[in-house]
């Protein structure tokens, strides 16, 4: 069964700064896809990044951009020039190629400060 | 362009009451649909899914069920609620597999 393992409860960092969020995922697929959500104290999902698994290529989504190291099933995530609207709960999650489900970390709370 | 409708937003309902959330998606066809619910602090649980009108899958045995009556209506419902039932409830939707999910924006439900 797959699993995903966010390590980091929570984290603050000082606004401006880039901080990096872990993941790691264990799985037997070669093709999968991961996403990194934010749920901010609105309580709203937001889908911030996804990576194809089959794609060597870092994604890159504005000051989002994630670390994918596949073969030691690590998927991080990197907030440059951090603000602090991205005080949130960030969740990573993985889907396998044929379910129709995403098996999501526990969740990182990270905290920008002023 | 796609969107989700979730409601209510807010509901207190007493032990042993009835619930009913709705969620309807607008701008796609034969969505698959989602229930999550995520406790204070937590991550989230996956109740319920559909793939299809009428058809559902349930994930965590319990006192709550879901009905799929029309192809973008995605219905949780409960005959007795009970205090354990209280969260924060979820909706979703994804149109093509591995492509990530939309969500709704929740409804918190407080059983008292």
């Known amino acids: 069964a797959q699993t995903v393992t966010q390590s980091q409860p929570e984290m603050s960092v000082q606004e401006a700064e880039t901080v990096t969020l872990s993941c790691t995922y264990d799985?037997?697929?070669?093709?999968?896809?991961l996403f990194w959500y934010k749920q901010p104290p609105s309580r709203q999902m937001i889908l911030v990044i996804r990576q194809e698994a089959y794609k060597q290529q870092n994604a890159t989504e504005n000051r989002f951009s994630v670390n994918f190291q596949k073969a030691a099933k690590s998927f991080s995530l990197k907030i440059s020039d951090s603000q602090l609207g991205d005080t949130a709960m960030y969740f990573c999650?993985?889907?396998?190629?044929?379910?129709?489900?995403?098996?999501w970390g526990a969740g990182t709370k990270l905290i920008i400060k002023p | 362009s796609q969107t989700i409708h979730q409601w209510p937003a807010t509901l207190v309902q007493p032990v042993g009451s009835p619930l009913s959330l709705e969620c309807t998606v607008e701008?796609?066809?034969?969505?698959?649909l989602y229930w999550y619910r995520q406790a204070a602090g937590r991550g989230l649980q996956l109740l319920f899914y559909?793939?299809?009108?009428?058809?559902i899958s349930s994930e965590v045995p319990q006192n709550l069920s879901a009905s799929r009556p029309q192809d973008r209506q995605f219905i949780l419902s409960s005959k007795k609620l009970l205090l354990s039932d209280s969260g924060f409830y979820l909706c979703?939707?994804?149109?093509?597999?591995?492509?990530?999910?939309?969500f709704g924006s929740g409804t918190r439900l407080t059983v008292v």
């Open positions: 979703a939707w994804s149109s093509v597999i591995n492509y990530g999910y939309t």
């Open positions: 799985t037997s697929e070669n093709n999968y896809y």
């Open positions: 559909s793939v299809g009108i009428g058809q």
């Open positions: 999650a993985f889907e396998g190629p044929s379910n129709y489900q995403l098996i």
């Open positions: 701008g796609t066809s034969n969505p698959n």
